[in-house]
Each structure stands twice: as structure tokens, then as C-alpha cells.
């Protein structure tokens, strides 16, 4: 059973950073590139970032383009976004999603971790 | 990069047929994957690629596409249906891997 984990949420204040991790398990994981996807409050879906299976391609929405930082660790099935210079419009429940190989959709999700940005 | 405009609400009689657009230049390259997102949940897949529905989604759902437009169509709308729907695709232009349409709220009336 594909399982994906997210933690690291929290409350933070405007200009500081919080990283956020995804656990994966249930699939070899080092096959498929990952996503991470947002939904601020009451607001609809929201592409993030993106890392292919290597690392060697990695993509980023404009509204977090010189703040976020993707990564991953093959060896620990784990995704990882470094969230600097946050902004109180980056309040959102954060979601990891794996891509699958088929068309690219965004087969399996994670419940979420929730990040608010306050003072 | 690009965008995809929905529909923000539409509304089916229970038992109908209802249809649900997404259109975006990035549809005219790849297919659309779309999901139904219910209150306090995660998004699940329903119908991705030309036409295809993961394991466990009904066959009530289906999907199709035609130059910049993908839809998604609900034959026989149960009352379990009524959520937020979003189409996504991959995105043909600079290096966004994805982009989503801003979600469709369908009512089963």
C-alpha cells in the first residue's frame, strides 16, 4: 500500500524558514518523481515544486521561486521543501504527491501538513 | 506558465449526467488528470490520460478531450459525488512540471 507521510508543519513568523519531509513507502520510490502541492485555506490546488527520480530536473511555481528549496533522499524515501522567507500567503496545508509514470497524474497523495505564517 | 480555467460551480440532478470542462493551452500537448476532493480530505485521481480511472474509481466517471479542452464526465451523478474537482496537466511552457485549473464545486441536487 503506497503511503505518503508529510510532517514538519507548523506555526511560524513572517521571514523565517520551516522544512517540511515526506516519508514515502509502499513503492520503490527512487522510480518516480514527487510533487508538492498546496491548498491555502478555502482556496483551491496550487503546484508547488516538482524533483524527477534523480534530482536532475526540478521545477518551482513562480510565487516561490527563490525561497523554496526541493530535495530528496533515495536512500530514506524521503522528499524534502525548505521553505525560507515566508511569506503570510504561503499559508496552506502542504501536500506530497508522487507522480506516476503513465501521463504524469499525481496518483497518491499525502493527508497533509499544514503550515501558518504569522506573527 | 500556463493556466487552466474551470467552471467555478456546477450543479446535477441526482441520477443525471453532468459534465465538468477544464481549458488551457498546456491540454493541446498532454492530457488531463483530474481529481475530486471532498471536505477535509486529500485529492484523489479519478480519471487520468486519454481515458483512464485508477483501481476502486467507479466507471460512472470518465474522461475525454478535444484541442485545449479536457472533461471530465459524471454518467449518473450519486449524491457521494458532490466535491471540489480539479483538472491538472503538465505544463508545455518554461519549467513548471505541473499546473491546476482552480476547481469546479459540484452540487448533486
Known amino acids: 500500500e503506497v503511503q505518503l507521510v508529510e510532517s514538519g508543519g507548523g506555526l511560524v513568523q513572517p521571514g523565517r524558514s520551516l522544512r517540511l519531509s515526506c516519508a514515502a513507502s509502499?513503492?520503490?520510490?527512487?522510480?518516480?518523481?514527487m510533487h508538492w502541492v498546496r491548498q491555502a485555506p478555502g482556496k483551491g490546488l496550487e503546484w508547488v515544486s516538482g524533483?524527477?527520480?534523480?534530482?536532475?530536473?526540478?521545477g518551482y511555481a513562480d510565487s516561490v521561486k527563490g525561497r523554496f528549496t526541493i530535495s530528496r533522499d533515495n536512500a530514506k524515501n524521503s522528499l524534502y521543501l525548505q521553505m525560507n522567507s515566508l511569506r503570510a500567503e504561503d499559508t496552506a496545508l502542504y501536500y506530497c504527491a508522487k507522480e506516476g509514470l503513465l501521463n504524469w497524474p499525481l496518483d497518491y497523495w499525502g493527508q497533509g501538513t499544514l503550515v501558518t505564517v504569522s506573527s | 506558465s500556463s493556466e487552466l480555467t474551470q467552471d467555478p460551480a456546477v450543479s446535477v440532478a441526482l441520477g443525471q449526467t453532468v459534465r465538468i470542462t477544464c481549458q488551457g493551452d498546456?491540454?493541446?500537448?498532454?492530457?488531463a488528470s483530474w481529481y475530486q476532493q471532498k471536505p477535509g480530505q486529500a485529492p484523489v485521481l479519478v480519471i487520468y490520460g486519454k481515458n483512464n480511472r485508477p483501481s476502486g474509481i467507479p466507471d460512472r466517471f470518465s474522461g475525454s478531450s478535444s484541442g485545449n479542452t479536457a472533461s471530465l464526465t459524471i454518467t449518473g451523478a450519486q449524491a457521494e459525488d458532490e466535491a471540489d474537482y480539479y483538472c491538472?496537466?503538465?505544463?508545455?511552457?518554461?519549467?513548471?512540471?505541473?499546473?491546476f485549473g482552480g476547481g469546479t464545486k459540484l452540487t448533486v441536487l
Open positions: 509502499g513503492f520503490t520510490f527512487d522510480d518516480y518523481a
Open positions: 498546456s491540454l493541446r500537448s498532454y492530457y
Open positions: 491538472n496537466s503538465r505544463d508545455s511552457s518554461g519549467n513548471h512540471p505541473q499546473v
Open positions: 524533483i524527477s527520480w534523480n534530482s536532475g530536473s526540478i
